[in-house]
């Protein structure tokens, strides 16, 4: 049995539930999504 999750759907969720918990981390979460991007994007992988 293999379980085959997403990149992106998985950031988003963990980045919305950090950002209900901890409205002050919204900056941190969206910079640390957009480096994340950003790098991978620069790598040649897509999310």
């Known amino acids: 049995m293999t379980?085959?999750?997403e990149l992106a759907p998985l950031?988003?969720?963990g980045a919305g539930?950090?950002?209900l918990v901890f409205?002050?981390?919204l900056n941190y979460i969206?910079?640390?999504y957009?480096?994340?991007l950003g790098v991978l994007g620069l790598l040649g992988h897509s999310l």
Do not use: N
């Open 23 to 25: 409205p002050r981390l």
């Open 17 to 19: 539930i950090g950002v």
């Open 30 to 32: 969206v910079a640390g």
């Open 3 to 5: 379980i085959h999750l």
């Open 11 to 13: 950031i988003s969720l």
């Open 34 to 36: 957009l480096i994340t």
